[in-house]
C-alpha cells in the first residue's frame, strides 16, 4: 500500500516493527530482507514517485571545501533515488579495503572480510548477477588475453554490470506495494529524531510535507537510510535531547565524507595501443554478463609504497587541452542539465543504450583510429579511493529548507596521500607496460606540480569531479570515540537506530559502493531481525491509519 503525505495525513502518532527512511537501494533492500523475516516495515521516501523541482530543492546547501557538484543535484530525491540514474557498475572490495592499514590514518574496518564476502554472495543476484564476481579466468576463456603484470605490483579487476536500469523504480517494486506488512508513504521527510529522555532510545520521528501535512511516528526500530549526506545532517539537525545531535556526543557524525574523486592520469604512447583499448577500453560480454577490466595496485604494491586502492582504467579520450566533441557535451547535458525526471530520463537512458552498442560494435576501431589521426589519446582514468579524513565533513548550517531543516555544508577535503596513490600506480603501470611491450606512460602534468592537489578534467569522464559516491559520514567503529554505529550498524548509544548505506563506510576502497552497500543493508536487516519482538501486530492492524483519499498501489 502506498499514502502520498501531501495528499493525506496519518492520524496521530503510530508504530511500526520498522521504520526506514529512503527508498534508494539500501532502503528497499531492508524493506524486501525485513518483510521476508516476517516484520512490518514503514518506508518513507522524501520525494514522490518522480523528480519535482521543489522536492529536489531539498537538497541545497552549502560546499565550502574542494569544488563539489551543487548538492541539490548530487542526489535524486525520489522513490528509487539516485539510482535512477545508476551505471550499473557492481564491484566488490578488497580484503585490504577492510584492514586497519598502518599508512592510512583512520582506516579499519570493525568487520571482518569473510562476513562481508558471506552477503556479497546473497547481494549479487539481487542486481542479476551470479553469486561469484568474474575473475582472470573468465577474461581468458572468453579469448582475451591479460596483460601479464607482476603479482607483487599490479592486479587485473572487474566491473559487472547490472543488466536491469530499472530496478528500484516504483514499477518494479509491485513486491513491496502490494505487501500487507508494508506501507510506502512518499513526501515524507523526517525533519527530527525525538529521543527519550536517557538519549539512548527513539520515542519518535517528526515527519513533514510540503503543504503543512505532518505525522509523529513511534517506530519499534529506525533505520535511516536516506544517503552520506542526508543521514548526517537529521543526526546533526535533532538536538531536542542530544544538543549536539543523535549519535554525536563524540563529534564523529559528519566527519569523514569521503568520494572516489576522478582525474587524468596520463596518457600511454607508442606501445600497442590497439590490444590495450580492445581489453580496457569497452565492455565484454562474458555468459551474457556485462564487464568491464581495470587496474589497482597489488596488495603487496600498497603496503610496501605506502598508497590506496586506487583504481584506473585506460580508454580513448580527447586530450587534456582538446575542445570537447559534440557527442559528449550532447550527453553531459542529457545527464546533468535536464531535469531528471521520467522522460528525462529515459531520453538519457536510451543516448546511453546506443552509445553501449556503439561501443561494443565499434569500439576498439573509433579510439584507436582517432589516436592514430592524433584526435584522441589512449588515457588513463583514474577513480581514485579517498583516504579517510576527519576533517572532510558534512555539518549543518543556519540557512533552512522548506520544511525548516538547517541546510548541509559540505567541507570536502582531500590528503597527501590521495594524490601520491595516484603517481605512484601511474608510474608502476608505466614500468609494467614498458616490460611487457606495451607501449610508454606520460605522466599527467598536474602529478608533477607539488603543490597542486589534485586536478579535475572534464574530458576524461562524463562524471568529472567523483563518482556521487557520498560515503563515510556516519562511519562503522568499535568505539564511539571513532565513529557513529557499531558493526551491526546500530549508532552508538541508542538502542534502536541503525544506520544503512554508504555513510556506513569506514574506508572507500577502489570498487563501486553500489553491492557493498546491498551487503551490508542485508546484514543490518538480519541482526535487527534477529531481535525479539516486543509487543503486538502488524502497522496495519491500528484502525485510522490512512483517511480515504490512501492510495492503494
Known amino acids: 500500500m502506498t499514502v502520498d ?18 527508498a534508494g537501494a539500501a ?3 531492508m524493506a524486501r530482507r525485513l518483510l521476508a523475516l516476517g516484520r512490518s516495515v514503514m518506508l ?6 518522480d523528480y519535482e523541482t521543489d522536492i529536489a530543492e531539498l537538497n541545497a546547501g552549502a560546499s565550502v571545501g574542494r569544488d563539489y557538484y551543487p548538492l541539490q543535484n548530487s542526489r535524486l530525491r525520489f522513490f528509487g533515488g539516485t539510482t535512477a540514474i545508476w551505471g550499473g557498475r557492481c564491484a566488490e572490495l578488497d580484503p585490504v579495503d577492510l584492514q586497519t592499514r598502518d599508512w592510512v590514518p583512520h582506516s579499519g574496518w570493525p568487520i571482518e572480510y569473510d562476513e562481508l564476502v558471506r552477503y556479497y554472495r546473497e547481494a549479487r543476484p539481487l542486481f542479476g548477477l551470479p553469486r561469484m564476481a568474474p575473475n582472470a579466468g573468465d577474461f581468458e576463456a572468453a579469448g582475451l588475453r591479460l596483460p601479464s603484470f607482476s603479482n607483487s605490483t599490479l592486479k587485473t579487476r572487474f566491473w559487472a554490470f547490472d543488466p536491469q536500469f530499472s530496478r528500484f523504480t516504483y514499477g518494479a517494486c509491485e513486491d513491496l506495494r502490494r505487501h500487507p506488512r508494508c506501507t510506502i508513504v512518499t513526501h515524507a521527510t523526517v525533519t527530527s529524531i525525538e529521543l527519550d529522555a536517557s538519549a539512548q532510545t527513539v520515542k519518535s520521528l517528526r515527519v513533514c510535507a510540503h503543504g503543512g501535512n505532518q505525522v509523529t511516528l513511534q517506530p519499534r526500530e529506525t533505520v535511516l537510510a536516506a544517503g552520506g549526506i542526508e543521514n548526517a545532517r537529521i543526526l546533526l539537525a535533532s538536538r531536542s535531547v542530544m544538543t549536539a545531535g543523535v549519535g554525536n556526543a563524540d563529534d564523529q557524525v559528519g566527519r569523514y565524507f569521503m568520494e572516489h574523486p576522478h582525474a587524468r592520469g596520463g596518457r600511454v604512447v607508442g606501445g600497442n595501443p590497439w590490444r590495450l583499448l580492445k581489453l580496457f577500453g569497452r565492455r565484454h560480454c562474458l555468459s551474457g554478463l556485462d564487464v568491464a577490466a581495470l587496474v589497482t595496485p597489488s596488495a603487496a604494491l600498497q603496503r610496501r609504497a605506502g598508497i590506496l586502492n586506487t583504481s584506473l582504467t585506460i580508454a580513448g579520450r580527447q ?23 521520467r522522460a528525462g530520463r529515459a531520453l538519457w537512458m536510451g543516448t546511453k543504450k546506443a552509445a553501449g552498442w556503439a561501443q561494443r560494435h565499434i569500439d576498439p576501431l573509433r579510439p584507436w583510429l582517432l589516436n592514430w589521426a592524433g584526435r584522441n589519446e589512449i588515457a588513463l582514468v583514474v577513480r581514485a579511493e579517498q583516504a579517510p579524513n576527519p576533517d572532510s565533513r558534512v555539518t549543518i548550517g543556519p540557512e533552512t529548507d522548506a520544511l525548516g531543516m538547517p541546510r548541509p555544508v559540505l567541507d570536502w ?21 614498458e616490460r611487457l611491450g606495451l607501449g610508454r606512460v606520460e605522466r599527467a602534468a598536474w602529478l608533477n606540480i607539488a603543490d597542486e592537489t589534485w586536478r ?20 562503522m567503529s568499535r568505539s564511539p570515540r571513532n565513529g557513529v554505529t557499531d558493526d551491526t550498524g546500530r549508532v552508538h548509544g541508542v538502542a534502536n537506530l541503525h544506520i544503512a548505506g554508504s555513510s556506513l563506510f569506514p574506508t572507500g576502497g577502489w570498487a563501486n559502493p553500489t553491492l557493498t552497500i546491498a551487503a551490508l543493508a542485508l546484514r543490518t536487516a538480519d541482526k535487527i531481525a534477529a531481535h525479539p519482538r516486543p509487543g503486538p501486530q502488524s502497522i496495519f492492524e491500528e484502525k485510522g491509519l490512512l483517511n480515504d483519499h490512501a492510495v492503494s498501489a
Open 319 to 341: 586530450p587534456a587541452d582538446a575542445a570537447q566533441f559534440w557527442g559528449m557535451r550532447v550527453y553531459g547535458g542529457l545527464k546533468h542539465d535536464m531535469s531528471p525526471t
Open 5 to 22: 503525505l501531501r495528499r493525506n495525513a496519518l492520524w496521530g502518532k503510530r508504530s511500526a516493527d520498522v521504520v526506514i527512511v529512503g
Open 44 to 49: 518513507l521516501e522524501s520525494g514522490g514517485l
Open 27 to 29: 532502503g528497499i533492500l
Open 456 to 475: 579535475t578534467d572534464p574530458l576524461v569522464s562524463s562524471h568529472p569531479i567523483g563518482g556521487f559516491h557520498h560515503m563515510g559520514t556516519t562511519r
Open 413 to 433: 577535503r582531500l590528503s597527501e596521500i590521495d594524490k601520491r596513490s595516484v603517481s605512484i600506480l601511474v608510474d608502476t603501470l608505466g614500468t609494467e607496460l
